[in-house]
């Protein structure tokens, strides 16, 4: 298989299975809204780190669960790819699942 171009948690999201991108988003949300500002001093240049930290934690909860839905569908149609047979099962899916099935493909060639 080729390797990607770039590492990043991004794409690992992506591999990884859908319901682990909840668990991240849930992860940072605590890390950057209870954690972090705990752990500021109150009277020092980490305290609007802190301020800063407690007011982004929902956009970056948010941005890490939307990758949940893709990862979802990428399993979907990994799935899809494993369990077509013949001709047959191939006619027999919606066109939507096909396209699926079809970019798993190339996917899986490195494409």
């Known amino acids: 298989m080729r390797r990607r171009k770039q590492e990043s948690i991004f794409y690992e ?4 299975p859908w319901w682990i991108s909840l668990i991240v988003a849930g992860a940072a949300f605590l890390l950057l809204r209870y954690l972090i500002p ?7 240049p ?45 006619r027999a899916m919606s066109w939507k699942d096909f396209e699926l099935l079809v970019g798993e493909g190339f996917r899986r060639l490195g494409s």
Do not use: H
């Not at 999201?13 to 990884?16: E, I, M, V």
């Not at 301020?51 to 956009?59: E, I």
């Open 46 to 90: 980490s305290s609007i780190v802190a301020v800063a930290s407690k007011a982004a934690a929902p956009y970056v909860a948010v941005m890490i669960a939307l990758f949940a839905p893709a990862a979802f569908v990428r399993q979907l149609s990994r799935r899809l790819l494993d369990t077509q047979a013949d001709l047959d099962s191939l």
């Open 13 to 16: 999201l992506l591999d990884l």
């Open 38 to 44: 705990a752990l500021a001093l109150a009277s020092s």
